[in-house]
């Protein structure tokens, strides 16, 4: 097994998991780790609390914080134990509800209950661990985060998944490129070697995903989110497909533009390396108009090395004013071209691009992190103007079922834009007769 740093885990008896140490010697600020059953997320919030103490300057205050006191109790007898194997344990409480821990230096660990949030918003914590964490709702969520920023403190969430929706599942996958401060991870079930010697290929984990659906093998037991129902690309994977992209100076830029006014609009801006298309940036705006979009595009260090632009065949035609290809031209002399896609063979298209090349190892579509408004339209990040999750999903009846064949027409101004730049650029995924329109200009 794998061991850590971290000699005070053989004073407490703690031997690691490979995935365990993985999420121990994290450095970032804001961790959530999805846990199958049984799989030790509670063991591991402890010990990441006993690790962060060693590292904090003494005496600090950290919290459990759950649903209730109830199910904060695991990780207080954790703690309890290992202080006491230690030498360090002052006083501890006999009960949760509440519960307090007092070392010898002055630090102390309290439990928390989200029923009570009167309890959240009294002095702030050195760091907090949010447990069986996707129990707790949205506000509780927002209040740690709060209670973390005097002191620049840490947050640790714990929890197995309790549905594809919501939002604990919605910052696992935001949180899942480890951009910034922030991280997720999956802890299967599997990985519990005491329960599981034969790990992924135990026979009783065989049985399990036998016995189970895809969606709760998938969730309940390797640690997973499954991806919300109905999505038009449920192929789309934020580990997979989000990756840091850099600008690269000097080499040709597109623009991949769907325009629109109240609905929104997308810029989507992309290079094209070996046939693999890299979505580094976006300008992605609601309420701006044409020449106000020109002017945020023109700002940008990449302008320089913008050579190509497509557009939706809608943005050549005129309504009342002058058409939206036009008034690019006329500002910055960039020609966009557009042409004629069909609905279903444009998704076809863009879901070749995210499918993982078996003989390579990935897609031959990556996108930025800072991309955040495409990124929401494939159910990754919250919409960025509103907060919500709100994805381009398939028309769906009252049950969640899925009615025709035809998508809402709605979130999904950067995903048209990506459309339209890849089957220009490639053509569709299948040989068919296309007429590329060009567009005339005044």
Not at 145 to 170: D, H, I, M, N
Not at 191 to 213: C, M, Q, T, V
Not at 386 to 403: A, E, F, H, L, P
Request: hydrophobic residues 35%; glycine residues 8%; negative net charge.
């Amino acid at each position: 097994m794998a061991t850590t740093t971290s000699p005070v885990f053989e004073i407490v008896d703690f031997n690691p998991t490979d995935e365990q140490v993985t999420i121990l010697n994290s450095n970032k600020r804001f961790i959530l780790v999805a846990g199958g059953e049984q799989a030790g997320k509670s063991m591991v919030a402890s010990k990441f609390l006993l690790q962060k103490f060693l590292e904090d300057e003494s005496p600090g205050l950290y919290w459990l914080v759950a649903a209730d006191y109830e199910r904060t109790r695991a990780e207080f007898e954790y703690l309890t134990e290992d202080f006491a194997k230690l030498g360090i344990l002052a006083e501890v409480t006999k009960r949760v509800d509440p519960g307090r821990i007092i070392l010898s230096d002055g630090t102390r660990i309290e439990t928390k209950s989200a029923k009570d949030p009167r309890t959240l918003a009294m002095r702030a914590p050195n760091g907090i661990v949010g447990c069986e964490a996707s129990q707790l709702d949205l506000e509780t969520f927002h209040r740690m985060v709060g209670r973390c920023a005097p002191k620049k403190g840490w947050l640790f969430l714990g929890g197995t998944f309790e549905s594809s929706l919501g939002w604990y599942p919605q910052t696992f996958t935001a949180w899942e490129s480890g951009i910034n401060d922030e991280q997720s991870f999956s802890l299967p079930s599997y990985s519990n070697y005491h329960l599981y010697p034969g790990g992924r290929d135990d026979p009783e984990i065989k049985r399990l995903e036998a016995f189970s659906s895809d969606d709760f093998f998938m969730e309940r037991i390797e640690g997973k989110p499954v991806p919300p129902r109905g999505l038009v690309f449920n192929e789309f994977r934020a580990s997979i497909h989000t990756k840091e992209i850099d600008y690269i100076p000097h080499e040709p830029v597109h623009i991949w533009i769907d325009p629109g006014y109240a609905g929104g609009y997308a810029l989507e801006a992309v290079q094209i390396v070996d046939d693999n298309v890299r979505v580094f940036d976006e300008i992605y705006e609601i309420g701006l108009v044409t020449e106000e979009i020109i002017d945020a595009v023109m700002t940008k260090p990449w302008w320089q090395d913008v050579q190509y632009g497509v557009i939706d065949i809608a943005g050549t035609q005129h309504q009342a004013m002058p058409a939206p290809t036009e008034v690019w031209l006329a500002n910055t002399g960039l020609y966009l071209s557009s042409q004629k896609v069909g609905i279903m063979d444009g998704t076809e298209r863009l879901k070749s691009f995210l499918k993982v090349d078996p003989i390579v190892g990935y897609p031959r579509l990556s996108i930025s992190p800072n991309c955040r408004g495409l990124l929401s339209e494939f159910g990754a990040v919250p919409n960025p103007f509103t907060g919500q999750t709100q994805s381009y999903r398939w028309k769906m009846d009252r049950d969640g079922n899925i009615v025709g064949n035809t998508p809402e027409d709605k979130y999904n101004h950067g995903v048209k834009a990506l459309i339209y730049g890849l089957v220009y650029h490639f053509g569709y995924s299948y040989a068919s007769d296309r007429q590329k329109i060009k567009v005339k200009h005044w």
